[in-house]
């Protein structure tokens, strides 16, 4: 007999990026429900979509008015989500719910359990790191009591901790995917990418870049990348960028290395990131063209996750943000670099010292695949999954 589970989000848009995971489990006899805001929720697989309800958007419980309108009416709260979960228990036979956002983690979890439904708590690092009102804070701490609780970086679980969750109810899950999913993209710049990963010595030095370009902290990243290229063609004159990635800012990068008289060595290749979201199928001819791959993310969420993880299984040198998260997936020096990338000196000497010492990046490349290979399956994240579920 099938177990049922229900994930509900009515605000994250990370379900698409954990779709490899719940597609393990379905192929483990389990059924995936899912109660988005989303219209359409499809897995990264098209043939197999999950089963889905659309549920409406309500509240911003980080807003103090829509807070307070929140639970104002928490009475009536209170009875539509008991009779939801009657009829999901007894009708749809659920075992176990998963929660993304508050609204559903303040209203479900405490009758839930009343109900003897399973309940677990999906942490997501962009939200744990979200400021909250005090409100919300004290809230969220009681119903944490009462749940499983996933989080899927270290950096996020001691931030947990210090917000009063228990250590005995998270877990640590780490980001999981499939190497095969990883595909070649069939257009101009796959001919450069193929040609460049099968040249014997390669004409340039080439950093990768995956990223959307719509958020102002990573592009102020990207300038400090920009700069550090800069100052690294004293040492190394053959230096090319490639990102990956599309956004509403980038544009505004082009102008910049335009600004900066760099633009002959920066190629935007445009297209969404992530193989996942269902949106950039086509990333592995990429991964294996670069020499070096460079983060230049602010706050962590599971796409920069999984790029570091598709990074990794291609056993590429990694550079990435110290203290933010990281940290999970990287060890320094041993299976990729961790530095503070807000100083541009910093990028600039560590673009060099990988750029002078093929040995570390081989050594890093051949450590992280390693890594992943032995922690970073697919069937290792589900194995913590069914048993947190039993």
Same mark, same amino acid.
């Given at each position: 007999?099938?177990?049922?589970?229900?994930?509900?989000? %009515?605000?994250?848009?990370?379900?698409?990026?954990? *779709?490899?995971?719940?597609?393990?489990?379905?192929?483990?006899?389990?059924?995936?429900?899912?109660?988005?805001? @989303?219209?359409?929720?499809?897995?990264?697989?098209? +043939?197999?979509?999950? +089963?889905?309800?659309?549920?409406?958007?309500?509240?911003?419980?980080?807003?103090?008015?829509?807070?307070?309108?929140?639970?104002?009416?928490?009475?009536?709260?209170?009875?539509?989500?008991?009779?939801?979960?009657?009829?999901?228990?007894? *009708?749809?036979?659920?075992?176990?719910?998963?929660?993304?956002?508050?609204?559903?983690?303040? @209203?479900?979890?405490?009758?839930?359990?009343?109900?003897?439904?399973?309940?677990?708590?999906?942490?997501?690092?962009?939200?744990?790191?979200?400021?909250?009102?005090?409100?919300?804070?004290?809230?969220?701490?009681?119903?944490?009591?009462?749940?499983?609780?996933?989080?899927?970086?270290?950096?996020?679980?001691?931030?947990?901790?210090?917000?009063?969750?228990?250590?005995?109810?998270?877990?640590?899950?780490?980001?999981?995917?499939?190497?095969?999913?990883?595909?070649?993209?069939?257009?101009?710049?796959?001919?450069?990418?193929?040609?460049? #990963?099968?040249?014997?010595?390669?004409?340039?030095?080439?950093?990768?870049?995956?990223?959307?370009?719509?958020?102002?902290?990573?592009?102020?990243?990207?300038?400090?990348?920009?700069?550090?290229?800069?100052? #690294?063609?004293?040492?190394?004159?053959?230096?090319?960028?490639?990102?990956?990635?599309?956004?509403?800012?980038?544009?505004?990068?082009?102008?910049? %290395?335009?600004?900066?008289?760099?633009?002959?060595?920066?190629?935007?290749?445009?297209?969404?990131?992530?193989?996942?979201?269902? *949106?950039?199928?086509?990333?592995?001819?990429?991964?294996? +063209?670069?020499?070096?791959?460079?983060?230049?993310?602010?706050?962590?969420?599971?796409?920069?996750?999984?790029?570091?993880?598709?990074?990794?299984? #291609?056993?590429?040198?990694?550079?990435?943000?110290?203290?933010?998260?990281?940290?999970?997936?990287?060890?320094?020096?041993?299976?990729? *670099?961790?530095?503070?990338?807000?100083? #541009?000196?910093?990028?600039?000497?560590?673009?060099?010292?990988?750029?002078?010492?093929?040995?570390?990046?081989?050594?890093?490349?051949?450590?992280?695949?390693?890594?992943?290979?032995?922690?970073? %399956?697919?069937?290792?994240?589900?194995?913590?999954?069914?048993?947190?579920?039993?």
């Amino acid at each position: 007999m099938k177990k049922k589970v229900l994930i509900i989000d %009515t605000k994250t848009k990370n379900l698409k990026s954990l *779709s490899p995971l719940f597609n393990e489990l379905k192929n483990r006899n389990y059924e995936i429900i899912i109660a988005s805001t @989303c219209k359409k929720m499809k897995n990264a697989e098209d +043939s197999c979509a999950w +089963s889905n309800i659309t549920i409406p958007k309500l509240f911003n419980l980080n807003n103090r008015f829509q807070l307070f309108l929140f639970l104002t009416l928490s009475p009536l709260s209170i009875i539509f989500s008991f009779l939801f979960l009657l009829f999901i228990k007894f *009708s749809k036979k659920i075992n176990t719910i998963y929660c993304c956002h508050y609204q559903e983690k303040i @209203c479900l979890t405490r009758l839930a359990k009343l109900l003897k439904i399973d309940i677990i708590w999906l942490e997501f690092p962009e939200v744990v790191n979200e400021k909250r009102n005090k409100t919300l804070s004290y809230l969220l701490k009681k119903r944490a009591k009462l749940a499983k609780i996933i989080a899927f970086t270290k950096n996020s679980k001691d931030i947990l901790n210090k917000q009063g969750y228990k250590l005995e109810n998270i877990r640590l899950i780490t980001p999981a995917i499939k190497q095969k999913s990883i595909q070649r993209q069939e257009n101009i710049f796959a001919g450069m990418a193929h040609q460049e #990963s099968n040249s014997k010595k390669r004409k340039f030095f080439t950093i990768g870049i995956i990223s959307e370009l719509n958020n102002q902290k990573i592009n102020d990243k990207m300038e400090k990348l920009f700069q550090a290229i800069k100052k #690294s063609l004293v040492i190394i004159p053959d230096i090319q960028i490639i990102i990956v990635g599309e956004g509403e800012d980038r544009k505004n990068l082009g102008w910049l %290395t335009k600004r900066m008289e760099i633009d002959n060595l920066v190629w935007f290749v445009g297209g969404p990131t992530l193989p996942e979201t269902g *949106s950039q199928k086509h990333l592995k001819k990429w991964l294996d +063209s670069f020499d070096l791959l460079i983060s230049v993310c602010d706050n962590i969420d599971i796409n920069d996750l999984n790029t570091i993880v598709y990074a990794m299984k #291609s056993q590429l040198p990694i550079i990435c943000p110290e203290n933010i998260g990281f940290e999970t997936l990287i060890e320094h020096n041993v299976t990729g *670099s961790l530095i503070n990338t807000d100083d #541009s000196e910093n990028i600039t000497q560590e673009i060099i010292r990988m750029q002078q010492n093929k040995k570390i990046r081989h050594d890093m490349g051949k450590n992280a695949y390693a890594k992943a290979q032995n922690e970073f %399956t697919i069937e290792n994240i589900a194995n913590k999954l069914t048993e947190l579920m039993k």
